[in-house]
């Protein structure tokens, strides 16, 4: 019998050599790299640290400084307040009528809020989901709203809301805030509902769901990180409002909300010299923002970066 020898056929660790291996980077190069990144690294959280101390440290001056006494805001602005006092907080809810401008910010930002959310949503979805003649155009109307300045439509809007009857009343300045804020949720909407996936919304119309039934009961869980997000911006937009309410809302005292209250407990003050009680009235309209954002900033950053990454 005759062996016939076979040559070893290749295995994986004989692959042929690259024609052109790639250099490895020396130390040097590596040690430069490192170096810049770490210059990077420490100029951006340097930035972001005197960044949060020029928000933060004057809010929480103001705070501190509500429970201090006028004369020791102005002989200790930046000592601690000890012994504490709380009269300027009561004085500013009942003297200066904070209390009753706090209730009417709560009903008007509540209902307005509300109400630009459920519109804002229907347009949106329609814009995004279904073609039809001048689809674009109507989109492109409300992104036009937010290039006018709402100091250019303060007039007009004064002699709408006359003629309608509605000037200086909560409801008139509940349906201006909705009409103010829809562009913004519109243009934020649309581009998230069209990043929602459609076999969902699909099936469920094939099993018979209407459109009315697909929107509320598919889509809207669907978007709710995106609603959540626009909704704490109307939220925060409309809460610290102040030219609307100043020229459409400037008749009774009894209706008007809680940025026209500190205007006029800054101007009613006069040489009196009652800075405890302007920081506790600052404190109350500033206060509840801050808890909204603190307690949905989750879902804020969810909205914000939903669709970002698939």
């Avoid at 001056?61 to 805001?73: E, H, P, Q, Y």
């Avoid at 709560?106 to 279904?130: C, K, N, Q």
Wanted: charged share 10%; net charge positive.
């Amino acid at each position: 019998m005759t062996t016939e020898t076979y040559e070893d056929a290749p295995g994986p660790a004989d692959k042929a050599p690259q024609a052109f291996p790639e250099p490895a980077p020396d130390a040097a190069a590596r040690h430069r790299w490192r170096g810049e990144g770490v210059v990077l690294n420490v100029f951006s959280h340097g930035f972001l640290i005197v960044w949060a101390l020029m928000v933060a440290v004057p809010l929480l001056w103001a705070v501190w400084s509500s429970f201090k006494t006028s004369g020791d805001i102005l002989s200790h602005p930046w000592s601690l307040p000890w012994p504490l006092h709380g009269g300027s907080w009561t004085r500013a809810w009942t003297k200066a009528h904070m209390g009753r401008y706090f209730i009417n910010t709560v009903i008007v930002v509540g209902f307005s809020t509300v109400g630009t959310m459920l519109f804002g949503s229907m347009a949106a979805y329609v814009l995004a989901r279904f073609e039809f003649f001048g689809n674009r155009f109507i989109y492109f109307l409300f992104v036009g709203g937010m290039a006018f300045p709402v100091v250019m439509v303060l007039v007009p809007l004064f002699f709408v809301t006359k003629n309608l009857g509605i000037l200086n009343t909560l409801p008139g300045l509940i349906l201006v805030y909705i009409a103010y804020s829809l562009p913004f949720t519109v243009f934020f909407m649309t581009s998230f509902f069209r990043t929602l996936p459609t076999s969902v919304a699909e099936a469920a119309l094939v099993d018979g769901a209407s459109h009315t039934r697909t929107f509320f009961q598919i889509m809207v869980p669907m978007a709710k990180p995106g609603i959540i997000s626009i909704g704490i911006f109307n939220v925060l937009g409309q809460w610290n409002q102040y030219l609307l309410p100043l020229v459409l809302n400037q008749g009774n005292t009894d209706k008007w909300v809680l940025t026209q209250g500190l205007a006029d407990l800054a101007v009613q003050q006069g040489y009196k010299g009652d800075w405890s009680g302007l920081f506790a009235g600052l404190s109350i309209a500033m206060l509840p923002v801050l808890a909204v954002y603190v307690v949905f900033q989750r879902q804020v950053q969810a909205g914000l970066t939903a669709g970002a990454v698939k």
